[in-house]
T-cell receptor, first 115, second 113 residues
């Protein structure tokens, strides 16, 4: 079955420290990959996406993600975390059917930032 | 350019009642997807509408139904509400072009008592 796994439920980092959030997918073929962020009580905001091509993807708010086919991973990174980055982060995947398709989400990683 | 909008923002219902949630897609988008996000979980796909037809459906019972209007807006209806239907309901819009990026609305928080 198609699935997305986020191994870390909760991560705490100090402001200014670097961040890496892990995401692994299980699909028969390489899916489209996304990272979304959700602040408390809010909807989801798209950070970045990977469809094909360059495996290092730049997003908004200084985030980037690297696609590694050999590891079935799409980890999110940020060199220096700001207190405002505290939120829930979701990795998602969609299979390329050539038409509109559904997103499958991981269970999320809650990021806490300490000052 | 307005993004995805949803109404109402919050809703309280009792078991057995019916509820209708509404979504207006982002300008230029023609496809609407609905997701249910239970507390502490990732969103789960309910169904997707394009050209006023349900195109895909997730693992949700028939109590969950929807509609898409000619202006691409959409409704999610849930009948015979259960306590377990309490969740954040998210609407996402996209273009039906095979390389879609879904943009989410703020959600409707439903509490079933």
């Amino acid at each position: 079955a198609q699935s997305v796994t986020q191994p870390d439920i909760h991560i705490t980092v100090s402001e200014g420290a670097s961040l890496e959030l892990r995401c692994n997918y299980s699909y028969g073929a390489t899916p489209y990959l996304f990272w979304y962020v959700q602040s408390p009580g809010q909807g989801l905001q798209l950070l970045l996406k990977y469809f094909s091509g360059d495996t290092l993807v730049q997003g908004i708010k200084g985030f980037e993600a690297e696609f590694k086919r050999s590891q079935s991973s799409f980890n999110l990174r940020k060199p220096s975390v700001h207190w405002s980055d505290a939120a829930e982060y979701f990795c998602a995947a969609a299979i390329n059917t050539g038409t509109a398709s559904k997103l499958t989400f991981g269970t999320g990683t809650r990021l806490q930032v300490t000052l | 350019d307005a993004g995805v909008t949803q109404s109402p923002t919050h809703l309280i219902k009792t078991r057995g009642q019916q509820v209708t949630l509404r979504c207006s897609p982002k300008s230029g988008h023609d496809t609407v997807s609905w997701y249910q996000q239970a507390l502490g979980q990732g969103p789960q796909f309910i169904f997707q509408y394009y050209e006023e037809e349900e195109r895909q459906r997730g693992n949700f019972p028939d109590r969950f139904s929807g509609h898409q209007f000619p202006n691409y807006s959409s409704e999610l209806n849930v009948n015979a509400l259960l306590l377990g239907d309490s969740a954040l309901y998210l609407c996402a819009s996209s273009s039906f072009n095979g390389r879609e990026t879904q943009y989410f609305g703020p959600g409707t928080r439903l509490l079933v008592l």
